[in-house]
């Protein structure tokens, strides 16, 4: 039956040709002939001129269709049909006007195009362009066929084949016929298992458009008025861009394992596993720190009290992690686990040789990833540890493990984010449970957090106040679960990974270190706690812990002359005698000392605890439960649409060292390797060993999943799930246009870099950026478009030991931040922690005369003043990631700087104009602290950057390649306006997002040159193959451009084409 047939309405009173056609017999026999499924006919542009283009019936369709009928001709164009008799053309496509059946009838037989017939198609347009004609409905009259003379026939095409080179697009090729007879045309034939198209053609290569996506046969012979010679058959797959995006619409970047599912803490599942973990710890607790699976191994992979190169190696030996010799090949091969967190970049560039003047490159990009498989490594060991003892008949836990599923246990993760959830798990409190020491208990931990007291009703600590920027709210959390709202609320807005990551190692992550570690506790506690810390260093033959050996050089003439009239030698003898004798001794000089506030005092930024430093931090057993946590808030964030990912070429230039030790199929430890040291760039010609996309299979595909994954905003309401992971793909940083990079000098007339937080502060720092602010404000505007393009910039940091303080960063106009910079200063200084009301812990509290002046030299009043204030915060953070590491570090921090400016521009108060210059502005409270002087803003580089989430962008042009191909257009206001509108009426031929992602598949493809026969004639289909089967084996998505480049790749992988 004919596949495009329509139904008839019965009570009609007229018939429309086409359904007569499909429905009465030819002949007197009353049979209706067998009918053949309709085929649209296409004329192809090689044909298109003014003369009508003539065919004879077997030219066309060949001697195996007896017969057809000619319907549904194109509006506008014209089938005629030669009438010998008549000696003239009869229109043949004209719609019937008649009813009558008998007319009808004659009609019908009119357009019955039958052996040696001839018609013509006149078109609607001469203008070159392939056309559809009319469609054909074949019929079989029963009549016999005479095969025509072979000799007579065109032979069979040659070298047949087919290929998509633009979206929706077939490009069918072959070689002309070797045959002596004539060929007056080509007939092509495609089908797709739906419908049927045929093509007639005297080219040698046609393009199909306006495809679906599926698998085509092309079938192409050579006719004459003779007939149809052999045909020739190709077949060929077709991926269109919107069914490419279609098919990763509502997918989260990431797939995990459904068979280990992680609980939170407070459900029934999760406190079943936190009752098994603390088996395995109590376990891992008791074997020699030579085991890969003791608990000594596994939270020294996080960190150690050896800072520097040779004391961890001797250590290691020292306390029996390894033999000497052990050691020396571990070193030789830079195969070192401990020490092994991001955390301990300066450590690890320097023994690489790096020049320790130099900065680091953005290590804090691994935060996020090497937790996430340093945990769900951890993780590993503690099932074989239970799996371990389940089976050995003489574990004392043989009893507890008899009935549990230790095969799947998942590790929990506490959510401290929702009031209900954010006190400390109970299995975590008490000392003894079932009448053994608690391993999972820890007593060099916040006092207050031990006890029970929920995050929700513990106060932020002043030392981390204003870690996280909230652009244009200065409302701060009283509490640390509202402050972790807003925090994880400003994470999934994020558009870059980078800032995403960013943004998630300092809250919750570091902040909540600092409050489980007892950073809001009082100082009896914390001096308890340091107390601990600083034996339990001796402990291990670190005796210089915090200067406890000596009188600090910051310790004040009170310190210092209670210790030399005490004749104690040193700080720590003095504390520690003196909180078990006197406390009042200590408490009493706290604000005298500098050393003792760092320590002690109620603005203190230092938590001295197992959790609140970073070398030590794994070893308290609630650190893997808390990142568990901010490892689930990556997962969410993979769902919403602003997602990122973690791009191969960001990892390359921070290569770390990604090796744990796992179980192996038997149960026995191994090292795991997903990428090493040498994967940084920075470290010169020659390396090789570069296997970053390893990191990224790993992190994608984990192997657990969560019990829940519902991101919420701020208020606790769901997030539409609406990541693509396709798009995200598509953001890859190689599309991302580079505007400048700087490096910022507060004074360029004196000889040296002036660029530490004290050199800074309070001094406007020109971005230079090739964009007025009222530019970057249009490319951000969606009124006009939808493009949303954004300016970032990333700042490199060298942050000191054992020193932190939280900054600020203003951007604005330079010209208002300079005539301003004494008056935000004044601001930036009236911060009050006694000034928390509602929902604010604290505030800044300018007096009445604070008023800015506006860009027309006007004075603002004091409220509008106050809230422009609000306007033009980029950032307030932490240069350390964990404000009481020890350790020196470089890390980096990211912003969106367009957000602000869009916000300064609404404000509507003359702080920032169209040809306003942008630039940034370090705030700091301490400015002459030995911390701000040993701080170094190093370099801000500054990019364009595009979240891509239309789904129908596939001919729409890619406008941040435009962008980078015609930088002169970032200046034209009129083009930024709408970049679609400008490129098309431009650039007709400008890059499509299309475009974009065959660049991205042919570097694939380069990166992967096994993979270029089978998707170079389908090239979108491997981006496909990349996200469904490529990220899982590991396969590097654009390894090629460390070395070469796009235009190269594509040259590569159609060099046959």
């Known amino acids: 039956t004919n596949t495009n047939r329509r139904s008839v309405n019965k009570r009609s009173k007229t018939l429309s040709l086409e359904h007569l056609e499909q429905r009465i017999a030819l002949d007197a026999s009353g049979i209706r002939p067998q009918l053949e499924p309709v085929c649209e006919v296409y004329i192809d542009k090689s044909l298109v001129g003014v003369d009508p283009v003539v065919f004879g019936k077997s030219e066309l369709v060949g001697q195996d269709t007896k017969s057809f009928v000619i319907t549904g001709v194109v509006a506008g164009s014209t089938v005629e049909k030669w009438d010998a008799a008549a000696d003239q053309w009869h229109d043949v496509s004209t719609p019937p006007t008649t009813s009558n059946p008998r007319q009808l009838l004659q009609l019908l037989q009119n357009r019955i195009i039958q052996k040696d017939d001839q018609i013509r198609w006149l078109p609607k347009s001469t203008d070159g362009v392939t056309q559809k004609a009319f469609e054909i409905v074949g019929w079989d009259d029963g009549s016999p066929s005479v095969a025509p003379d072979p000799a007579l026939l065109p032979g069979a095409v040659e070298n047949l084949k087919a290929y998509s080179d633009a979206d929706g697009e077939l490009t069918v090729s072959w070689s002309q016929t070797a045959s002596a007879a004539p060929t007056a045309h080509y007939i092509v034939s495609t089908d797709n298992g739906i419908s049927q198209e045929i093509t007639v053609t005297d080219s040698t290569t046609i393009e199909l458009a306006d495809l679906q996506s599926g698998d085509y046969t092309l079938t192409v012979s050579a006719s004459n008025t003779h007939g149809e010679g052999d045909s020739s058959t190709a077949s060929q797959s077709l991926l269109t861009f919107s069914d490419l995006v279609q098919d990763f619409q509502d997918s989260s970047l990431e797939t995990g394992n459904p068979d280990f599912i992680r609980y939170g803490a407070h459900t029934p599942e999760g406190a079943n596993a936190i009752d098994l973990y603390r088996i395995a710890v109590d376990v891992m607790k008791g074997l020699p720190s030579d085991n890969p699976y003791s608990w000594d191994v596994q939270a020294g992979i996080h960190g150690t009290f050896w800072t520097t190169l040779s004391s961890l190696k001797q250590g290691m030996i020292d306390e029996g992690f390894m033999t000497t010799a052990e050691a020396d090949e571990a070193f030789s091969d830079w195969k070192v686990v401990l020490n092994n967190c991001n955390h301990w970049v300066k450590l690890w560039a320097q023994a690489q040789g790096v020049d320790p003047t130099i900065p680091t490159q953005n290590f804090s990009v691994v935060f996020?990833?090497?937790?996430?498989?340093?945990?769900?490594?951890?993780?590993?060991?503690?099932?074989?540890?239970?799996?371990?003892?389940?089976?050995?008949?003489?574990?004392?836990?043989?009893?507890?493990?008899?009935?549990a599923d230790v095969e799947t246990w998942a590790l929990p993760y506490w959510d401290y984010r929702t009031p209900e959830n954010s006190a400390l798990p109970q299995g975590f409190r008490e000392p003894m449970h079932n009448g053994r020491p608690n391993s999972l208990y820890e007593k060099i931990r916040g006092a207050d957090i031990n006890a029970g007291l929920p995050l929700s009703e513990t106060h932020m600590p002043e030392g981390d106040l204003g870690i996280v920027p909230v652009p244009g709210n200065a409302q701060t959390g009283v509490s640390v679960s509202q402050y972790f709202n807003q925090s994880v609320a400003l994470q999934q807005a994020q558009t870059l990974f980078t800032q995403f990551n960013s943004l998630a190692e300092l809250s919750p992550h570091a902040v909540a270190h600092d409050v489980i570690g007892g950073m809001s506790d009082t100082a009896l506690p914390r001096i308890s706690n340091w107390i601990d810390m600083v034996d339990i260093a001796r402990l291990e033959n670190v005796p210089t812990l915090w200067e406890s050996n000596t009188i600090p050089s910051d310790a004040g003439e009170t310190l210092r002359n209670a210790i030399e009239q005490g004749?104690?030698?040193?700080?720590?003898?003095?504390i520690s005698d003196k909180y078990s004798t006197d406390p009042s001794a200590i408490t009493s000089i706290i604000d005298d000392s500098n050393y003792l506030t760092t320590f002690f005092g109620e603005s203190s930024n230092i938590a001295p605890s197992l959790i609140g430093w970073v070398p030590t931090a794994g070893r308290d057993s609630i650190f893997y439960l808390h990142h568990g946590y901010v490892d689930k808030l990556w997962t969410e964030y993979n769902?919403?649409?602003?997602?990122?990912?973690?791009?191969?070429?960001?990892?390359?230039?921070?290569?770390?060292?990604?090796?744990?030790?796992?179980?192996?199929?038997?149960?026995?430890?191994?090292?795991?390797?997903?990428?090493?040291?040498?994967?940084?760039n920075y470290l010169g010609s020659g390396v090789e060993t570069i296997t970053s996309n390893k990191v990224l299979q790993a992190v994608y595909y984990p192997n657990y999943t969560y019990d829940s994954v519902e991101p919420l905003n701020s208020k606790y309401l769901p997030l539409p799930k609406t990541s693509n992971s396709a798009l995200a793909l598509f953001e890859n940083p190689i599309f991302s246009p580079s505007l400048n990079t700087i490096q910022p000098d507060a004074d360029s007339s004196i000889p040296g870099e002036q660029n530490t937080i004290h050199d800074l502060a309070f001094h406007a720092v020109n971005l230079e950026l090739p964009l007025t602010a009222g530019l970057i404000n249009e490319l951000t505007s969606t009124e006009t478009d939808q493009e949303d393009i954004r300016v970032a910039i990333e700042m490199v940091l060298e942050a000191p030991m054992k020193s932190s303080e939280n900054i600020g960063v203003a951007i604005g106009s330079k010209h208002f931040l300079e005539t301003n910079a004494d008056k935000i200063q004044e601001y930036w200084n009236s911060w009050d922690v006694t000034a928390g009301t509602g929902n604010r812990d604290g505030n800044f509290r300018p007096n009445e005369t604070f008023r800015l002046m506006n860009l027309d030299n006007s004075l603002l009043s004091h409220n509008d003043s106050v809230n422009a204030m609000r306007n033009l915060q980029l950032a307030r953070f932490n240069p350390l990631a964990m404000s009481s590491t020890s350790m020196p570090m470089t890390t980096h921090y990211s912003a969106d700087v367009s957000f602000p400016t869009s916000q300064q521009f609404s404000f509507q108060h003359d702080i920032i104009r169209e040809d306003s210059q942008l630039a940034i502005m370090i705030l700091s409270a301490t400015p002459d602290s030995d911390a701000s002087q040993q701080t170094t803003l190093s370099e801000i580089s500054s990019s364009l950057h595009q979240n891509i989430t239309v789904g129908t962008i596939g001919g729409d042009v890619d406008a941040l390649t435009y962008l980078q191909t015609n930088p002169a257009v970032i200046g034209n206001p009129?083009?930024?306006?709408?970049?679609?509108?400008?490129?098309?009426?431009?650039?007709p031929d400008a890059s499509t997002y299309y475009d974009r992602a065959i660049d991205l598949a042919c570097v694939y493809m380069a990166t992967n040159p096994d993979l270029i026969p089978i998707y170079r004639d389908n090239p979108l289909a491997a981006i496909k193959q990349y996200l469904d089967e490529g990220l899982f084996h590991g396969r590097s998505l654009d390894g090629w451009l460390r070395t070469s480049t796009i235009a190269a790749a594509r040259s590569l992988v159609f060099a046959e084409i």
């Open 368 to 403: 996020i990833a090497w937790h996430r498989l340093y945990i769900a490594a951890f993780e590993k060991v503690i099932r074989q540890v239970l799996i371990n003892e389940k089976t050995d008949n003489n574990s004392p836990f043989a009893a507890e493990l008899s009935d």
């Open 567 to 574: 004749n104690y030698g040193n700080v720590y003898n003095f």
């Open 639 to 680: 769902t919403l649409p602003t997602s990122a990912y973690l791009q191969e070429s960001v990892l390359d230039i921070a290569g770390w060292n990604f090796t744990f030790w796992e179980p192996d199929a038997n149960g026995d430890p191994i090292l795991q390797t997903y990428s090493t040291w040498n994967n940084a």
């Open 974 to 987: 009129a083009a930024l306006a709408n970049i679609q509108v400008w490129a098309e009426t431009h650039s």
